[in-house]
């Protein structure tokens, strides 16, 4: 449910030794040789963004808020690019739990990781009734919106100098600072950022000797200091740049997940596994990769995960008291996705037992939608939806208005 194959230890600075040149060297080739590879995969397979298919119709209704800018755009005043820059943006940043990943056969795995952007919580298109009533589908029942994803399969909380690693590289997977970055560089930054990362530092046992296993206090702490440090720096970025946008800006950091409910489903999914191996058939994948999710090291585990997100609610209301000027932003701290009960068999996914299924998404997609209520009156809030496409096909949602840059 929770990390990715590609994950190393807690903080990558704690111990991967600095790369040699030609090393480094060899590395960019092959990873450059796999992008041209699949430059085909970039240019044919969905994107990471999606826009409200019908929104030049909707906002060319009297009514739409984004009239005057559509009748702009008709007489030729701005382009269909600016016109889309006016509509409202939110973006994801994220690990492996913000999309639709499992471990399975290495191809399969490595395909999924390069190109799979949609069909999760937070971004999916599919108007199937069956399929994930998105965060994004949810919003655009009240208004236009863009969405973007940032996120990646085994994305750490790592130091902004860190390299990703060939493996990850490969995978197109950027850390938290380089999900940041890309943020950054665009010009038209984001109403509405949801943040849900961190997993991939849970693994506090791997490296570790015997004797160290035994007492991990130290290296708990070590883990918990260097994970507060790395999240604070990016974000504080992207509170600098929200300092300067002429629109409100919400970001809302989650916690992390119920680590203790994931180990009792994975129990659950363990005893079906040695009954019929047939089931869950990726099951020990995790014990291979995350050397923390062995029993032994379970409750540990358990434990890093509530410090960090002490760590996180922390500064959260570190980064609001420094806010208190700026009446624009709103960094908000919030433990939904800490809520959704993984404890029950049916979130957690039928290949590996580790990540979300589909249920799993639809779960998290209620939460996360809930949650961020406060954060879209912020930015500005309808009374109703103006579109009723799906509003109550999937999940059985109660609809919020989405937001509004203006």
Not at 185 to 200: A, M, Q, S, T
Not at 225 to 234: G, R, V
Not at 304 to 327: I, T, W
Request: proline share 7%; glycine share 4%; with cysteine.
């Amino acid at each position: 449910m929770l990390l990715s194959p590609f994950s190393a230890i807690g903080t990558e600075e704690l111990a991967n030794p600095p790369t040699p040149l030609l090393v480094r060297a060899g590395e960019q080739i092959a990873a450059s040789l796999v992008d041209l590879i699949f430059l085909l995969d970039r240019v044919a397979s969905d994107p990471p963004t999606a826009t409200t298919p019908d929104y030049l119709e909707r906002i060319s209704q009297p009514s739409s808020p984004f009239c005057s800018d559509y009748l702009e755009y008709r007489r030729g005043a701005i382009s269909r690019a600016e016109l889309m820059n006016r509509l409202p943006h939110v973006a994801m940043m994220g690990d492996s739990l913000t999309q639709n990943f499992y471990i399975s056969s290495p191809i399969s795995l490595f395909w999924r990781a390069r190109t799979e952007r949609r069909k999760n919580w937070f971004l999916d298109t599919d108007p199937d009734p069956a399929s994930i009533y998105s965060v994004f589908e949810r919003l655009e029942t009240f208004t236009p919106v863009v969405a973007t994803e940032y996120n990646g399969a085994g994305a750490l909380v790592a130091p902004r100098p860190a390299g990703e690693g060939i493996r990850r590289r490969i995978v197109r997977t950027r850390n938290l600072a380089g999900q940041a970055r890309q943020i950054l560089r665009k010009k038209r930054f984001p109403d509405l950022i949801l943040i849900w990362i961190g997993h991939n530092n849970l693994d506090w046992a791997e490296g570790l000797s015997t004797a160290e296993r035994a007492h991990p206090e130290r290296r708990l702490a070590e883990i918990t200091a260097k994970f507060q440090e790395n999240y604070t720096e990016p974000l504080q970025s992207l509170v600098e740049r929200a300092k300067r946008e002429n629109h409100n800006v919400v970001i809302v950091v989650f916690g992390l997940a119920n680590i203790d409910a994931f180990f009792k489903a994975r129990k659950k999914a363990a005893a079906l596994h040695t009954r019929n191996p047939a089931l869950y058939p990726y099951f020990e994948s995790g014990y291979r990769s995350f050397e923390s999710l062995q029993p032994p090291y379970q409750k540990n585990m358990v434990r890093l995960s509530l410090m960090m997100d002490a760590e996180m609610r922390a500064m959260v209301g570190s980064l609001n008291r420094e806010l208190k000027d700026y009446r624009n932003i709103r960094v908000q701290y919030s433990d939904a996705l800490t809520r959704v009960d993984f404890s029950r068999l049916e979130l957690i996914n039928p290949v590996d037992a580790w990540h979300p299924s589909v249920q799993g998404h639809k779960a998290l997609a209620d939460a996360a939608f809930s949650a961020i209520r406060p954060s879209l009156a912020f930015l500005g809030v309808g009374e109703r939806p103006v579109s009723k496409q799906r509003v109550v096909l999937k999940n059985y949602p109660a609809p919020v208005a989405a937001v509004s840059p203006r």
